[in-house]
């Protein structure tokens, strides 16, 4: 028999009961009463227990805090250049003839390097020299001439005397008289104008020598010549080219010895003196040097001065890197700890003294560093045990075990 199907009445009855609005307050009230016991839950269930335990020790290596002296240096960098270096330029200008070195050889003092076209300059040094022996003689010619006029004007004034004791007696004609005086006016017009021409002879054949000795000096400029023993490091003409005065045509360098130069600041430079003994090494291999040359006023620029350390060249190369320790005054009774001891941080600078099993933060005011030493000038005593090294990495707050 088939169920009985709800009548329309029954129907009406569970809308009204339970409507839709009801049923959205019951599902949140449900949701709420959810959330209220697991909060609940939550909040009343036990906490962990806190468990205490010690920080691990330090091993740390102490080192005592002594005085001693220490020597400092001050470490520079350069490049080595040879011991003397000439830019070499023709004095005279002319067209290349020779070349007679190449970049690298080997010459000594007055070897030619280059030569000049000289038919011009010899033709100088001709006309020069002509000049010269005409000069010679034309001074000689005056020199015998005046001897000459000079006895002419004693005969000529015998006879004026001669000429006037007549015309007293009126055995001469006056117009006699003016005649023999007027040729002895000119004998010695004559003899003045020999005279200044001997005595001003030496001053014109001195003219004529310097020109033909800066003619013969001139033909002797058409060669480069070396100026020292050396090498050959460029020549930078060919043979046609047109040479001037001004233009640099070949170097020469010296390397029997090479220089080392470097500027130092004052406090260096003051350290220093000439004739002392310096270290410059170059890669792995150290040469003794000694300082040649130590300019004591500073660059007014820079304020540093210049130096230059003189080593052997059959060793090393120009052009080479090197690097020079110049020794400082020595630091007398200096209170020194090793650099690892201090720690560098946004506190400052300290290092840690060993209290016991503990460590204790010190503030140091530094000096200077010298290699792996460290110069402290406050707060520190001889005799304080600190820690050697490592110092960025020790806490106070940890236990240590010291290991001497």
Same mark, same amino acid.
């Given at each position: ?10 129907h009406?009855?569970?809308r ?7 049923q959205g ?5 449900i949701l ?7 909060y609940a839950l939550?909040?009343t269930?036990?906490?962990p227990?806190a ?11 102490? =080192?005592?805090?002594?005085?001693k002296d ?5 470490t520079?960098?350069g ?6 270096s000439?830019a070499l ?5 002319g067209?290349l003839l020779h070349?007679?070195a190449e970049?690298g @050889?080997?010459?000594?003092a007055?070897d030619?390097?280059? @030569?000049?076209?000289d038919?011009?300059f010899?033709d100088?040094?001709r006309?020069?020299?002509?000049e ?5 003689s034309s001074?000689?010619?005056d020199? @015998?001439q005046?001897e000459?006029?000079?006895r002419?004007r ?7 005397t001669?000429h006037?004791r007549l015309?007293e007696r009126?055995?001469l004609?006056?117009?006699s008289l003016?005649?023999?005086e ?11 104008e020999?005279?200044h021409?001997?005595e001003?002879?030496g001053q014109r054949?001195?003219?004529?020598q310097?020109?033909f000795d800066q ?9 480069l010549t070396?100026p020292f023993?050396?090498?050959?490091n460029?020549?930078l003409?060919?043979v046609?080219?047109?040479?001037t ?5 070949a170097?020469?360098?010296d390397m029997t010895?090479?220089?080392? =130069?470097?500027e ?5 430079a003051?350290?220093?003196e ?5 270290t410059?090494?170059?890669g792995e291999?150290?040469h003794p040097g ?8 500073p660059?007014p620029?820079t304020?540093?001065?210049?130096v ?8 090393a190369?120009?052009?080479?890197l090197a690097?020079?320790r ?6 007398r ?5 090793p650099?690892e001891?201090?720690?560098v941080?946004a ?5 840690f003294?060993?209290e016991g099993?503990s460590l ?5 005011t530094?000096g200077?560093?010298v290699g792996?030493?460290q110069v402290?000038?406050?707060e520190l005593e001889?005799?304080?045990?600190i820690v050697?090294?490592d110092?960025a990495a020790?806490d ?8 001497e």
């Open positions: 028999m088939p169920p009985l199907a709800p009548s329309d009445n029954s009406s009855r569970l009204r009961f339970f409507p839709s609005r009801r307050l019951w599902s949140i009230g709420g009463l959810f959330g209220f016991t697991a939550v909040a269930a036990p906490q227990e468990v205490l335990t010690d920080l691990p020790s330090l091993t740390v290596e102490a =080192y005592t805090v002594v005085r220490i020597a400092p240096h001050a520079f960098t490049r080595l250049q040879p011991r003397r000439a330029r023709f004095e005279v200008s067209q070349r007679a970049p @050889i080997t010459v000594s007055g030619t390097l280059l @030569i000049l076209d038919r011009d010899k100088r040094v006309t020069a020299e002509a010269l022996r005409l000069e010679e001074i000689e010619r020199r @015998i005046l000459q006029a000079a002419h004693e005969l000529q004034r015998e006879e004026v001669r006037t015309g009126s055995l004609s006056q117009s003016n005649a023999a007027q040729k002895l006016t000119e004998l010695e017009s004559r003899v003045a020999l005279t021409s001997v001003t002879g054949l001195a003219l004529k310097a020109k003619a013969r000096r001139d033909l002797a400029r058409t060669r070396a023993d050396g090498r050959v460029t020549v003409a060919e046609g080219d047109r040479i005065g001004d233009q640099t045509v170097s020469v360098v010895e090479l220089d080392f =130069y470097v130092v600041d004052g406090a260096t003051l350290a220093l000439l004739n002392q003994e310096v410059v090494k170059t291999e150290e000694i300082l040649v040359a130590l300019q004591t006023d660059d620029r304020f540093t001065h210049a230059r350390i003189r080593i052997p060249g059959d060793r190369a120009p052009g080479q690097v020079a110049l020794p400082l005054p020595v630091i009774n200096a209170l020194v700890v650099v001891a201090l720690r941080d506190a400052g600078q300290a290092v003294r060993i099993q204790q933060r010190v503030a140091v530094p200077p560093r792996s030493w402290i000038e406050s001889e005799g304080n045990r050697a090294r110092a020790m106070t707050r940890r236990p240590i075990r010291v290991r």
